[in-house]
C-alpha cells in the first residue's frame, strides 16, 4: 500500500496549484487522509484533513484559501491551494489511516511534493 503524491511546482504569490494523492494496494478501506507540510528548518505540520465521511478540518493558517477533498471509490484526494502565499513554501505530504486487504490498520505516508511560492 503507498500514497503518491503530484501536482507540486513554482508559482507566483496570489496564485493557485493543485495536489493530488493516489492510494494504491490491496486496499480494504481508508479512514482519514490528510495533508501536512514542513517548511525549511521547522516542523511538520498538520495543513487539512478529511474523514471517509467528508467531515473537514484546516490549520488557520489555510482557512478560506485551501480546499480538501476525496472520493472514496478512487482511493484519491485533491488540496486546492489558492491565494498562495510566499509562507506556504512547503514538501507537502499526503498521509492516510489505510486497512489493507487481511491486514490491520496503517499510518501511510507520501513522500512528498514541492510547493515554492515566489514573491
Known amino acids: 500500500v503507498q500514497l503518491v503524491e503530484s501536482g507540486g511546482g513554482l508559482v507566483q504569490a496570489g496564485g493557485s496549484l493543485r495536489l493530488s494523492c493516489a492510494a494504491s494496494?490491496?486496499?480494504?478501506?481508508?479512514?482519514?487522509m490528510g495533508w501536512f507540510r514542513q517548511a525549511p528548518g521547522k516542523q511538520r505540520e498538520l495543513v487539512a484533513t478529511?474523514?471517509?465521511?467528508?467531515?473537514?478540518n484546516y490549520a488557520d493558517s489555510v482557512k478560506g484559501r485551501f480546499t480538501i477533498s476525496r472520493d472514496n471509490g478512487k482511493n484519491t484526494m485533491v488540496l486546492q491551494m489558492d491565494s498562495l502565499k510566499p509562507e506556504d513554501t512547503a514538501v507537502y505530504y499526503c498521509?492516510?489511516?489505510?486497512?489493507?486487504?487481511?491486514?490491520?490498520?496503517?499510518?501511510?505516508w507520501g513522500q512528498g511534493t514541492l510547493v515554492t511560492v515566489s514573491s
Open positions: 498521509n492516510g489511516r489505510i486497512l489493507p486487504r487481511g491486514s490491520t490498520w496503517q499510518d501511510i
Open positions: 494496494g490491496n486496499i480494504f478501506t481508508i479512514n482519514y
Open positions: 478529511i474523514t471517509n465521511g467528508g467531515v473537514t
